[in-house]
């Protein structure tokens, strides 16, 4: 396993049902390569994996939840777009053929130094 990537999956019935991995980054909680197994596809396992995902985000204090999906995948495009997620930019070849859309959610923290004690701290954001 890669250092700094966090890894989670999801058992059904007693087996590895779906999985994804996660990195934090300066930019946010960065999401990527989520697979379901054909046997559980169809009963909400991919939205439950998401809304895991962006509570995640949200408890390790990163100020937004980003992914990319697969520009082919119009399914999980449409899907990210219903909790939020934005895409950013142009779509771009992540790997020779492979042409991914970023996606960008704000977890509705705000980042930044305390003047205590000069560490990171989050806070909610205020609404305007």
Do not use: W
Not at 31 to 54: N, P, S
């Amino acid at each position: 396993m890669r250092a700094g990537y966090h890894y989670f999956g999801a058992r059904l019935q007693g087996r590895v049902a779906g999985l994804y991995k996660a990195q934090l980054t300066p930019d946010g909680l960065l999401g990527e390569h989520q697979t379901v197994h054909a046997d559980f596809r169809h009963r909400g396992l991919v939205r439950a994996m998401f809304e895991q995902f962006i509570a995640y985000g949200r408890a390790l204090g990163a100020t937004a939840n980003l992914c990319n999906i697969l520009v082919s995948q119009e399914s999980m495009c449409r899907l990210v777009e219903s909790f939020g997620f934005q895409s950013k930019e142009s779509p771009y070849e992540q790997a020779p053929g492979m042409l991914v859309q970023l996606y960008r959610r704000s977890t509705g923290l705000d980042t930044r130094k305390t003047r205590e004690t000069g560490k990171l701290s989050a806070t909610a954001k205020r609404p305007r």
